[in-house]
């Protein structure tokens, strides 16, 4: 069906250009919307004389001095038109709007079964056969680039959302739908090009994608979007595992929120060990805290200045000049910290293996808090 504020302003465009007045109605004779260029009152009788009408075999005629005509959606009757007057001029207007109003039906009904198949194809409700066939009739190209982007804002988004990311995206270059409350989905799609085939056409997409991903999240925030995050899946080349690209950027989401919260675009590719770590069953993750910690509890024990100071260590690659001149203290307070914490866990992290199992093992300590939070 078409949404009412797109029929509601093509009627008054019409009925503005041709200066008649104009009423689209259910088959049971209920106005739908309507534009009184000729400032002239419906009948009485308006819904008893559409019923007639409905149950004609004409598919235009004249009722009381006032033109119907039945608007089709393939074979489907879905809407009655009423044309002021009775002379020839309404006539062929009213002829012209019909015809108008038959096609943006047509064209919703075929966004509306794409939009149902990409949702179903996202959430793996389609049989393998229904994937091929369905998409050859609704003309969906099967193996053609594709990847899915997931926009999660962190406050509730409201309705026109995803119209406004449609309108950013543009046509011909994938699909947007939504399967919950809280999330947009954009299917983008790369058809491959004469200079980039194969494996080096997928290495473009997943760059493209990042950097669609980022000039999207700039354009959000500057309609006022606070707080999103855009995650991508991995580019697939057959339409059967679109859903697979979809479940990555949906795991890409979940992973950045526990082990990298200042990144607000992220690929599937780029989570590391993350996304080893987030598959781990949480008694595997207790065992192994306690072969690593022992009595110690790193929440507890730890203070917050050591855990930051280790963590601009690791970012400056175990170098204890580099670090203690980045937090501008001085090196033997660094080597202090670093003693502090040997002595809590029994790891020193100026040693590479030591620092790798430290690594790991707050990385593990996150994602349990992570999921004791949410299972709150």
């Given at each position: 069906?078409?949404?009412?504020?797109?029929?509601?302003?093509?009627?008054?465009?019409?009925?503005?250009?041709?200066?008649?007045?104009?009423?689209?109605?259910?088959?049971?004779?209920?106005?739908?919307?309507?534009?009184?260029?000729?400032g002239?009152?419906?009948?009485?009788?308006?819904?008893?004389?559409?019923?007639?009408?409905?149950?004609?075999?004409?598919?235009?005629?004249?009722?009381?001095?006032?033109?119907?005509?039945?608007?089709?959606d393939?074979?489907?009757?879905?809407?009655?038109?009423?044309?002021?007057?009775?002379?020839?001029?309404?006539?062929?207007?009213?002829?012209?709007?019909?015809?108008?109003?038959?096609?943006?039906?047509?064209?919703?009904?075929?966004?509306?079964?794409?939009?149902?198949?990409?949702?179903?194809?996202?959430?793996?409700?389609?049989?393998?056969?229904?994937?091929?066939?369905?998409?050859?009739?609704?003309?969906?190209?099967?193996?053609?680039?594709?990847?899915?982007?997931?926009?999660?804002?962190?406050?509730?988004?409201?309705?026109?959302?995803?119209?406004?990311?449609?309108?950013?995206?543009?046509s011909?270059?994938?699909?947007?739908?939504?399967?919950?409350?809280?999330?947009?989905?954009?299917?983008?799609?790369?058809p491959e090009?004469?200079?980039?085939?194969?494996?080096?056409?997928?290495?473009?997409?997943?760059?493209?994608?990042?950097?669609?991903?980022?000039?999207?999240?700039?354009?959000?925030?500057?309609?006022?979007?606070?707080?999103?995050?855009?995650?991508?899946?991995?580019?697939?080349?057959?339409?059967?595992?679109?859903?697979?690209?979809f479940?990555?950027?949906?795991?890409?989401?979940?992973?950045?929120?526990?082990?990298?919260?200042?990144?607000?675009?992220?690929?599937?590719?780029?989570?590391g060990?993350?996304?080893?770590?987030?598959?781990?069953?949480?008694?595997?993750c207790?065992?192994?805290?306690?072969?690593?910690?022992?009595?110690?509890?790193?929440?507890?024990?730890?203070?917050?200045?050591?855990?930051?100071?280790?963590?601009?260590?690791f970012?400056?690659?175990?170098?204890?000049?580099?670090?203690?001149?980045?937090?501008?203290?001085?090196?033997?307070?660094?080597?202090?910290?670093?003693?502090?914490?040997?002595?809590?866990?029994?790891?020193?992290?100026?040693?590479?293996?030591?620092?790798?199992?430290?690594?790991?093992?707050?990385m593990?300590?996150?994602?349990?808090?992570y999921?004791?939070?949410?299972?709150?």
């Amino acid at each position: 069906m078409i949404a009412k504020q797109v029929m509601q302003n093509t009627i008054e465009g019409l009925a503005a250009i041709a200066h008649v007045d104009l009423r689209v109605l259910d088959t049971d004779g209920r106005l739908i919307v309507s534009a009184p260029a000729a400032g002239k009152d419906a009948p009485a009788d308006e819904e008893r004389t559409v019923r007639e009408f409905v149950n004609s075999p004409a598919d235009a005629q004249e009722i009381g001095g006032d033109q119907y005509f039945k608007i089709f959606d393939g074979e489907q009757l879905v809407y009655i038109l009423r044309v002021a007057g009775g002379e020839e001029n309404a006539h062929m207007l009213g002829k012209m709007v019909a015809f108008q109003l038959s096609g943006l039906a047509v064209a919703y009904r075929e966004r509306f079964d794409r939009d149902n198949f990409v949702k179903n194809l996202l959430l793996d409700n389609l049989l393998l056969v229904d994937i091929y066939s369905r998409a050859r009739k609704l003309r969906i190209a099967e193996n053609v680039g594709r990847a899915c982007m997931v926009i999660r804002p962190e406050k509730e988004r409201d309705a026109g959302t995803i119209e406004m990311i449609r309108g950013m995206i543009g046509s011909g270059r994938g699909f947007v739908t939504e399967i919950d409350e809280n999330d947009v989905i954009i299917v983008r799609e790369f058809p491959e090009t004469e200079e980039e085939s194969g494996e080096e056409a997928e290495i473009a997409a997943a760059q493209t994608l990042k950097e669609e991903a980022g000039a999207l999240l700039e354009k959000l925030t500057a309609e006022g979007f606070a707080d999103l995050r855009i995650s991508c899946g991995t580019v697939v080349r057959d339409l059967k595992d679109v859903s697979r690209s979809f479940k990555e950027a949906k795991m890409a989401l979940e992973v950045s929120r526990i082990f990298y919260e200042n990144e607000r675009v992220i690929c599937y590719s780029e989570l590391g060990i993350g996304r080893l770590i987030y598959q781990l069953p949480l008694p595997l993750c207790r065992m192994f805290l306690s072969e690593t910690f022992g009595e110690c509890r790193p929440e507890r024990d730890i203070d917050q200045e050591i855990i930051d100071t280790v963590d601009v260590f690791f970012e400056n690659s175990l170098n204890v000049s580099e670090t203690s001149r980045k937090l501008f203290i001085h090196r033997n307070t660094l080597v202090y910290r670093l003693d502090k914490l040997q002595k809590i866990t029994g790891l020193d992290v100026r040693v590479f293996e030591d620092a790798m199992t430290y690594r790991i093992a707050m990385m593990v300590v996150r994602y349990m808090k992570y999921m004791e939070d949410i299972s709150y």
